[in-house]
């Protein structure tokens, strides 16, 4: 290719690209520098405006547990002071403090709803938590509660004695527990131990550190367990094959 047949070139070129920037439709005729024939190409351009961001505000899901109402029986008396609450039944009487991310509001057919005072990852772990600690505070003192423990193994015993809890569970000398205020223990059969009161938190804390004594071990599922507990067994050592 000559020097006068680049510059012809570089010059359709340029003028080709000032026509784009000025124009919404523009035709230009480029000269192939390969097969040295011209081609007609249509370009297409929009003028450039600014671009905007849309801001949502992203709300967070209620809880499924935090949002049911928690309904108060005839006989429950409530009493909310701020972030106070009291209950009080026919089996005792409970208090408790919330925290500022979870609001109480109580209307007046007597039913109590739980709601998030603020849109925090906080405030969503709270709302379901505390909707389940009032709940179990309004049927405490209505209904009560229980936990049953069982003891598995050969010479285990429980038994009472004045507020305490005695158990031999094979070490060398017997346990006692003293039995805190608001909690009831019955013990049945020797082997099996119930433990009632209105207050939930209580229960398992002393329940738990009965089984704490002795949990099951998986061979033969000797120990302390809750009634309802399923241990997972294991098998044992095989004998030696003759």
Not at 69 to 96: A, F, Y
Not at 126 to 137: E, K, Q, S
Request: with cysteine; charged share 30%.
């Amino acid at each position: 290719m000559k020097k006068k047949e680049v510059a012809i070139l570089a010059l359709e070129i340029a003028k080709s690209m000032a026509s784009i920037t000025t124009s919404s439709t523009h035709s230009c005729h480029l000269k192939s520098v390969f097969l040295g024939e011209r081609s007609r190409i249509h370009v297409t351009s929009a003028p450039i405006t600014r671009i905007g961001f849309l801001k949502k505000t992203v709300e967070c899901k209620e809880s499924r547990i935090g949002k049911k109402p928690i309904e108060v029986p005839p006989n429950v008396t409530i009493t909310l002071e701020g972030q106070n609450l009291k209950v009080k039944g026919p089996l005792g009487e409970l208090s408790r403090t919330y925290p500022r991310e979870v609001k109480l509001e109580r209307e007046e057919s007597g039913i109590i709803k739980v709601s998030k005072a603020m849109e925090t990852r906080r405030a969503n772990q709270m709302h379901g938590l505390f909707r389940t600690l009032t709940d179990n505070m309004v049927v405490g003192v209505s209904k009560g509660f229980e936990k049953r423990l069982q003891l598995i193994g050969v010479g285990y015993r429980a038994m009472l004695e004045g507020k305490d809890l005695v158990l031999n569970l094979g070490f060398s000398h017997p346990i006692r527990m003293a039995i805190p205020d608001g909690i009831q223990v019955k013990v049945e059969e020797n082997t099996r131990i119930a433990v009632s009161g209105y207050d939930k938190c209580s229960i398992g804390e002393f329940a738990a550190t009965v089984r704490k004594w002795r949990p099951p071990e998986p061979y033969k599922g000797k120990g302390v367990k809750y009634a309802d507990e399923i241990v997972r067994r294991k098998e044992g050592k095989a004998g030696k094959k003759k």
